[in-house]
C-alpha cells in the first residue's frame, strides 16, 4: 500500500472518529437544555394542544386526561424494563414510557407529568414502533413520546460528560491534524557534511 493510500485511510479513520464524539455531544445537549430550562410545566389540557408548533423540540409537560393499558406492553434494554402505554382522549398520537411497572395508583391518575419530545427523536423509537406493531397498531408520524416523571434537574455528570465530551473532541482535532504532521525538523545533507567534527576530550 503507498504512503499515500495509508495517509487517506488514515485521515479517513480519524474523521470517524471525530464524527463520532461530535455524534455524542449533539444527543446529550438537547437533555442538557431540558434540565436547564423551565421548572413549570407546560399544561396539555386535550388534543388540540398537542401540536409541533406549540411543543417543539424536548418540553416539561403535565398532560392532562386517563391512562389506556388496553395495549400496553413491557419491553427490556439494557437491562432495565419499561411500560408503555397511552393516554385518553389523544389516542396514538402520544405515547407515554414509564421506568418499570406502572403501579396501580399511577394508572388512576388524571395527570402525566414528564419530558416531552417527538417520538421519532427518542433513541430506541424503532422498537418501541416495533412492539406497537406486534399489537396491531400503528404509531403515526408527528406522534410524542412522554417520558413520565422525568423532570429538569441538572447533575454533575451530566456537565461533566458534555464538557469532557468537547475537551476530547478538541484534543483528538489537535493531536490529529497539527502534532503528527510537524514531526522532527530534519537537517539538510549538506550540513551535515560541512559540520566540524566534534574534538575529543583531553585525557
Known sequence: MSLFRKRLWLTA??????????????????DLLYDLGAKQPVVVAGPKHLT???????????????????????YHRYGLSY??????????????????????ERKKLGRFVGKLRPFDRHPFASRIRKCFAQNGLEV???????????????????????LSACV??????????????????????????DAEPPIPPHV
Open 83 to 104: 411500560t408503555c402505554f397511552r393516554i385518553a382522549p389523544y389516542g396514538p398520537r402520544l405515547v407515554v414510557r414509564a421506568d418499570g411497572k406502572v403501579p396501580d
Open 13 to 30: 479513520l480519524q474523521l470517524l472518529v471525530l464524527a463520532f464524539v461530535a455524534w455524542i455531544v449533539h444527543v446529550q445537549i438537547p
Open 52 to 74: 409541533a408548533e406549540r411543543l417543539p423540540g424536548t418540553t416539561f409537560v403535565a398532560i392532562e386526561g386517563e391512562a389506556d393499558f388496553t395495549h400496553a406492553f413491557t
Open 168 to 193: 476530547l473532541w478538541l484534543a483528538m482535532f489537535y493531536v490529529f491534524f497539527f502534532v503528527h504532521r510537524k514531526g522532527p525538523a530534519r537537517v539538510p545533507p549538506a550540513a551535515l557534511l
Open 140 to 162: 403515526p408520524e408527528g406522534a410524542f413520546l412522554l417520558l413520565l416523571d422525568d423532570v429538569p434537574k441538572l447533575s454533575g455528570w451530566q456537565v461533566g460528560a458534555v
